[in-house]
């Protein structure tokens, strides 16, 4: 995609949510999406499609060549019952909206998803990163209106994508999913099937706040992948790091290996990275002119691929003349492995030359990690050189290992348990500690035990991890109260959004008790009001017939909007003056609900308190009352006399 093309991707989604043509979706959409209620009882996943290019869209033309075809991608989705569920869509959402999988046994959630097709469909091959930048901010664009993302790409330059994604997009509490195929997904035997719908379905049931790839039965780190195969299914691999999930009869999720953001920040976007970077290949007899010209201006950083495990040859002192004046300038020269698997070490002379030339250790990254790593780290401007060193060396978003790598050994308390029980096996240790690391942490949060909440995690608990309602340490310490416990879980790595078996949100939790700061708290991680708003509006309705005054401030400080509308039309204020709730009249007009908002037949608030004549309603909505006439008023007072 040229940078022109991109500047049009500007166009939305049209109307219907349908066929899309990259850029922003428009807030109608956004509101539809939100805007309805649920008439099934399994809770809804929805995510958002980012349909790029690459093979896994392509069409045949004519003479049987592969092309992509301009909006033609979700019309003929809507001609697969596997991608959707057409009976289900038309009766929830009417003839053109969003896309809808049928639901299988295995699933928690009805995945509903929308697809944003870029309007320049892409051969990876083409990518840059301007293309990177724009997908980036698709997400930003997007982020609060959807569980997780799916972005259909190329396969040729898909890693490189998801490194840099997994970079810029910053304190990520929601899961990408990066994926393609080998076969287009219309043809009659292709991956492209298996790829897309596991990916949605990853994407719209479980809380992976990485940028992922996934591709024949894995899901893996995004920034650990490599394309491998040319022709196989299985194209990716993740050779230093094991799959964070794996779809075959079930999807299994290895909650532990998952990296979380460990930070109080909200998701934002690093929306620029450098381009003087480059890859530097070693091989015999390389000269020293070629890296000579390599390291010259403009080129602020260099991923080396040297040998085995980071040498080079010893007697090449040209060579490493040319690295070590680099490196005086300022260069970041990174050395990685030209293996597919294993890490730079120090072990040999060769290695330990490089080291003493100024050149630092890239660890176990792929290429496409080290790469755009430099890319992004470099672009930084708050760092200096020195920082950006260590940056590059420090472990950032799970691209490499440094120092020893967790093992089950850490998993002493577990192992205790399991030996007493003659468990073994590392899928036994992994089931028991799924069973009780969830009831550890709660109990820790209880009792409001932050050096155990601390201890868990070092024994290997992850600090996310669900209980069999679906509910994190999160939800409990935001029910109980105690902001210390809050700040210390987010600290650990806690998401924010993790929805449990009633679709509640820590922050729905966070309301629901009324505490104020802890609401703060979340909101400052990113956490936002989810799903429904017709339901919110109710639950606000409610708050407001109660004359809950102190509720009605949490929904405020969450976000919010005190004219929302239940289901019958009525806004919080119609409720407390319907109830004569003085005191939560004042509140909702001081603070923005809208007095002259009418009901499903046409009714005010001050209508409500005039026709059962609240005295406090009357006179507060007094300043607000619209002329009307006698007919009307008849109208309202038969319509209360009649359900009253
Ligand atoms: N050349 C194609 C691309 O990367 C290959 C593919 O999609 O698999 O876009």
New binding site residues.
């Given amino acids: 995609m040229s940078r022109s093309s991109c500047e049009s991707l500007n166009n939305v989604l049209n109307e219907n949510g349908e066929t899309s043509h990259g850029g922003t979706m428009d807030s109608r959409t956004k509101k539809n999406l939100i805007n309805d209620l649920g008439n099934e009882n399994k809770p809804e996943g929805r995510v958002l499609v980012l349909f790029t290019?690459?093979?896994?869209g392509?069409m045949r033309n004519e003479q049987g060549a592969l092309v992509p075809i301009a909006n033609a991608f979700v019309k003929n989705l809507r001609k697969y019952p596997q991608l959707h569920d057409r009976e289900y869509a038309e009766k929830r959402f009417g003839a053109m909206g969003p896309l809808v999988l049928p639901v299988t046994a295995t699933d928690n959630r009805r995945i509903i998803y929308s697809v944003l097709e870029y309007s320049n469909l892409?051969?990876?091959?083409?990518?840059t990163m301007d293309e990177w930048i724009r997908i980036a901010n698709d997400i930003k664009e997007s982020y609060e209106y959807f569980d997780g993302f799916v972005i259909l790409?190329?396969?040729?330059?898909?890693s490189y994508t998801a490194s840099a994604l997994s970079f810029m997009l910053e304190a990520l509490g929601k899961v990408v999913i990066l994926t393609?195929?080998?076969v287009p997904i219309f043809d009659t035997r292709s991956d492209g099937l298996d790829n897309f719908l596991a990916s949605l379905v990853i994407a719209g049931n479980y809380n992976i706040p990485e940028v992922c790839v996934f591709f024949g039965t894995n899901l893996m780190r995004g920034n650990r992948t490599s394309k491998m195969s040319a022709t196989s299914f299985e194209?990716f691999h993740s050779s230093n790091f094991p799959p964070l999930a794996t779809a075959n009869i079930k999807i299994e999720v290895d909650y532990r290996s998952i990296f979380r953001p460990c930070t109080l920040e909200k998701f934002y976007v690093h929306a620029s990275l450098n381009r003087n970077v480059g890859l530097l290949r070693l091989f015999p007899s390389i000269t020293s002119d070629l890296v000579k010209v390599f390291l010259q201006s403009p080129i602020e950083g260099v991923v080396l691929q040297s040998y085995g495990t980071g040498n080079i040859p010893t007697n090449r002192e040209d060579i490493i003349e040319e690295f070590r004046a680099a490196a005086k300038r300022g260069v970041i020269i990174v050395n990685i492995t030209q293996c597919a698997n294993g890490c730079v070490s120090d072990a040999y002379e060769a290695g330990k030359l490089l080291q003493n030339a100024g050149v630092i250790s890239g660890f176990d990254m792929t290429p496409e990690a080290a790469l755009t790593k430099l890319a992004y780290v470099l672009s930084k401007r708050e760092w200096d050189t020195e920082t950006k060193r260590q940056m590059m060396q420090t472990n950032l978003r799970g691209e490499l290992t440094a120092g020893r790598p967790p093992t089950m050994q850490d998993w002493d308390l577990v192992e205790a348990v399991a030996r007493s029980l003659r468990l073994s096996s590392a899928a036994e240790l992994q089931e028991l500690g799924s069973i009780l690391f969830p009831a550890m942490l709660n109990a820790a949060v209880i009792r409001r035990d932050i050096m155990k909440l601390e201890s868990l995690k070092g024994y290997g608990a992850d600090i996310s991890q669900i209980n069999a309602d679906g509910r994190t340490a999160l939800h409990i310490a935001c029910c109980e109260g105690d902001i210390n416990v809050v700040r210390r879980l987010l600290k650990m790595g806690a998401n924010v959004h993790v929805k449990d078996r009633f679709d509640r949100t820590p922050l729905t939790d966070a309301i629901e008790y009324d505490h104020h700061e802890i609401i703060k708290v979340l909101l400052q991680c990113g956490a936002h009001l989810h799903g429904n708003a017709l339901l919110i509006g109710a639950r606000m309705c409610a708050a407001a017939t109660a004359g809950n005054k102190k509720r009605l401030q949490s929904y405020l400080l969450s976000g919010a909007d005190l004219s929302q509308k239940n289901a019958s039309g009525c806004t919080p204020l119609h409720f407390a003056a319907l109830h004569d709730h003085a005191e939560t009249i004042e509140f909702l007009l001081d603070h923005g609900a809208d007095p002259c908002s009418i009901d499903m037949l046409g009714q005010t608030a001050a209508d409500l308190a005039k026709a059962v004549q609240a005295g406090n309603a009357m006179r507060l909505l007094a300043p607000f009352k619209q002329d009307d006439n006698d007919a009307d008023d008849n109208k309202i007072v038969m319509h209360v006399n009649a359900r009253s």
């Avoid at 892409?122 to 990518?127: K, R």
């Avoid at 790409?153 to 898909?158: A, P």
Wanted: proline share 0%.
């Fill in positions: 290019g690459g093979t896994i392509m892409c051969d990876s091959c083409n990518m790409h190329g396969t040729d330059t898909l393609g195929s080998q194209a």
